[in-house]
């Protein structure tokens, strides 16, 4: 595949709702019969994709005009929380995910945030790994509602 992808902050022009949400529903199909409880990703819909950008600061990742990637940024009072990364398969490789979280860090010093955050399932060891490897470390485990175990580790990054 060739180019670079190119990175932006979604707008209020964006309309390719559908197609945001088949991206995030591919990228995070491996999870199906591997976490529990289900990824909150199975209760999204165009129209709260759209309600989530008004809320929260979106970027998505496009390549030879084809959307690729996304990830989504909320502020909270010490740090922006970052969320639904996802990368297409087809583009996996090309640094796009670490663009787009490279966007969010961009987005966070605007903010005047010190930190990222992110959460992922106990269950996703390669995803522990990855995020280590972009300099998170793992802050604390914690529960779904119902479940008498950690289900998710919360990964923060300080930033410079």
């Known amino acids: 595949m060739a180019g670079k992808a190119d990175i932006a902050r979604l707008t209020?022009?964006?309309?390719?709702w559908d197609?945001?949400?088949g991206l995030i529903m591919r990228a995070f199909a491996y999870m199906d019969g591997v976490i529990d409880p289900p990824s909150s990703a199975h209760r999204l819909t165009a129209a709260s994709l759209r309600d989530k950008a008004?809320?929260?600061v979106g970027f998505i990742a496009t390549l030879d005009g084809r959307l690729v990637?996304?990830?989504f940024a909320a502020e909270r009072d010490d740090a922006i929380y970052v969320g639904k990364l996802a990368v297409d398969d087809s583009a996996r490789g090309l640094g796009i995910g670490r663009a787009l979280m490279l966007a969010a860090e961009r987005h966070a010093a605007e903010r005047?945030?010190?930190?990222l955050e992110l959460q992922t399932r106990i269950e996703l060891a390669a995803n522990h790994?990855?995020?280590?490897k972009m300099g998170f470390v793992e802050f604390e485990r914690t529960a779904h509602d119902g479940f008498d175990r950690p289900t998710s580790i919360?990964?923060?990054?300080?930033?410079?």
Do not use: S
């Open 12 to 16: 209020q022009a964006f309309d390719r």
């Open 19 to 21: 197609e945001l949400l």
């Open 54 to 56: 008004g809320d929260e």
């Open 69 to 71: 990637g996304c990830i």
């Open 112 to 115: 005047g945030k010190p930190v």
């Open 129 to 132: 790994a990855t995020f280590a």
């Open 154 to 160: 919360t990964f923060r990054k300080t930033l410079r």
